[in-house]
């Protein structure tokens, strides 16, 4: 039986050159947090798990950028053909950071753009972040007075854990310890919730057949727009009803956790 401690590590490099190159199909699950060390258990023993300077798990920080209006969420809620996602993400352990842009334009295209960005301004865009958006969103149509009005929405903080898969393609990660705030200080964590998702070819791999076994199905999830509708009830949900009625709902639902670089969470998995 698998447990985190005895599968083979696999480095970040390894994982790359390994995983990248394949045309991926994205699955995301909404897993109660008790049944992630029974399914892993349940794996391929020859999956990896990537290391980094003996770690295995990894804390990450994200600020995502929308208008007054939240432009981003609704055309996430509606679901749009043209829509885009705008965030910084801080990998909190090596202090690295990235700006992330990713469109959908008309013909449902996705583009995704990452690039270095200056831990200090995770909360701003800078004059440069302003004027890579700006390229971006003008490719999908939108509206040039829209970059002007981006500003801080919403803060996520989490712990990853990532598995490649045995046939050394597909890819897995598995969130924990989901936090969120808004601006204005309100928020909620989900101590007791994993958000896995899987990347693989057309062919659900190892990881989905497992997940199916036990009686999980893929869920539309963003950690972005559902957690701003759990947050604003006021807001369109019916994208994400089931969730909100359910791991997204109040009674799971405990105060935001601190920021802090926790015990790994899947030591006794």
């Not at 200056?118 to 972040?129: I, K, M, N, R």
């Not at 057309?202 to 893929?218: C, E, F, I, T």
Request: proline content about 7%.
């Amino acid at each position: 039986m698998n447990t985190i401690a005895t599968l083979a590590p696999v480095t970040l490099d390894e994982l790359v050159a390994e995983a990248a190159l394949l045309a991926r199909v994205d699955r995301k699950y909404v897993l109660p947090r008790d049944a992630v060390a029974p399914w892993i258990a349940r794996l391929d023993p020859a999956t990896r798990v990537l290391e980094i300077d003996g770690a295995r798990t990894f804390a990450y920080e994200s600020v995502y950028f929308d208008t007054p209006d939240l432009l981003s969420f609704h055309l996430a809620a509606q679901p749009r053909r043209r829509r885009f996602k705008l965030r910084t993400r801080a990998y909190l352990d090596s202090g690295d950071a990235f700006l992330e842009i990713k469109t959908r334009g008309a013909r449902g295209l996705t583009v995704k753009e990452r690039e270095e960005y200056d831990p200090a301004h995770l909360d701003e865009l800078t004059d440069d972040a302003y004027d890579r958006v700006a390229d971006a969103l003008d490719g999908i149509g939108v509206a040039p007075h829209v970059v002007d009005e981006l500003q801080p929405m919403l803060r996520t903080r989490y712990r990853r854990l990532t598995l490649l898969s045995a046939d050394g393609v597909g890819r897995v990660t598995i969130d924990t310890d989901l936090t969120w705030i808004s601006p204005d200080g309100a928020g909620f964590a989900l101590p007791d919730v994993a958000i896995v998702e899987t990347k693989s070819g057309s062919v659900a791999g190892d990881a989905d057949r497992a997940l199916w076994r036990d009686g999980h199905r893929p869920e539309t999830v963003s950690k972005y727009a559902t957690g701003l509708a759990a947050l604003h009830p006021a807001l369109p949900r019916n994208r994400w009803a089931r969730l909100l009625r359910g791991p997204f709902s109040p009674h799971h639902r405990t105060s935001p956790t601190p920021r802090t670089k926790e015990t790994p969470c899947f030591a006794a998995a």
